[in-house]
């Protein structure tokens, strides 16, 4: 089945630093999101980037879809970035379901 | 930036008891999912729904999951008999009229702990 990898598992980072968070994935797609999930647990989307490259705010992220990988760059982090990010996937099949990846744990110390 | 409704945050169930959650999806939002996430991050897909109809679910769901998206009213996912696998934060969501590019927006979710 259709498989979502995302890399690093867990990243650290100093206030003002900047993170790349990667994701791979198995077989092109259709929508591909990127969301953050606070320790409390509430998803957040973040982007809706199937391909190319799109900005919000301090994020951008860049999807290279014949390569099947997207990535999400934060800069100059803040400590309330701290928490998952989560890279999902829709493959257009009955209902568009979305199949997650494991995600990324950012902690931003001050 | 999401407007889904999730109740109750918390559920605390002891094996074989029923365990409810509800689910208010962004208004105009004709597709609703539930997902569950266990503690390792994983996600699994449970059940979606466009406007009342199923449009897929997955075999546990069917086998051990009351579900339904009634017309003006909440939607809905009951597990018939608790167990402690079951403990996981269930997660609805809801995405609009865009087709397969549409995006997908989240409820806080419901935290189940089953004893």
């Known amino acids: 089945g259709q498989q979502v990898q995302q890399s690093p598992a867990s990243l650290v980072l100093q206030e003002g630093e900047n993170a790349e968070l990667q994701c791979n994935f198995s077989?092109?797609?259709?929508?591909l999101q990127w969301f953050y999930q606070s320790p409390g647990g509430s998803l957040v989307s973040l982007l809706s980037?199937?391909?190319g490259t799109k900005h919000t705010g301090r994020l951008t992220s860049t999807t290279v879809t014949k390569e099947r990988r997207s990535s999400l760059h934060i800069s100059s982090s803040q400590t309330t970035d701290s928490g998952t990010y989560l890279c999902?996937?829709?493959?257009?099949?009955?209902?568009?379901?979305?199949?997650f990846g494991i995600g990324t744990l950012l902690s931003v110390k001050p | 930036n999401s407007k889904v409704i999730q109740t109750p945050r918390y559920l605390v169930k002891g094996q074989g008891q029923k365990a409810k959650m509800r689910c208010i999806p962004e208004?105009?939002?004709?597709?609703v999912f539930w997902y569950q996430q266990n503690k390792n991050n994983e996600f699994k897909f449970l059940i979606n729904?466009?406007?009342?109809?199923?449009?897929?679910q997955i075999d546990m769901t069917e086998k051990r999951f009351s579900a339904e998206c009634p017309s003006n009213s909440p939607c809905s996912l009951e597990i018939q008999s608790s167990e402690a696998g079951d403990s996981a934060l269930y997660l609805c969501?809801?995405?609009?009229?865009?087709?397969?590019?549409?995006?997908?927006?989240f409820g806080p979710g419901t935290r189940l702990t089953v004893l």
């Open positions: 969501a809801s995405r609009g009229t865009g087709g397969n590019y549409a995006e997908q927006f």
């Open positions: 077989s092109t797609a259709t929508q």
């Open positions: 980037n199937p391909s």
């Open positions: 999902a996937l829709n493959y257009g099949s009955s209902g568009n379901k979305l199949i």
């Open positions: 208004k105009g939002h004709p597709v």
């Open positions: 729904f466009q406007n009342q109809e199923v449009l897929q």
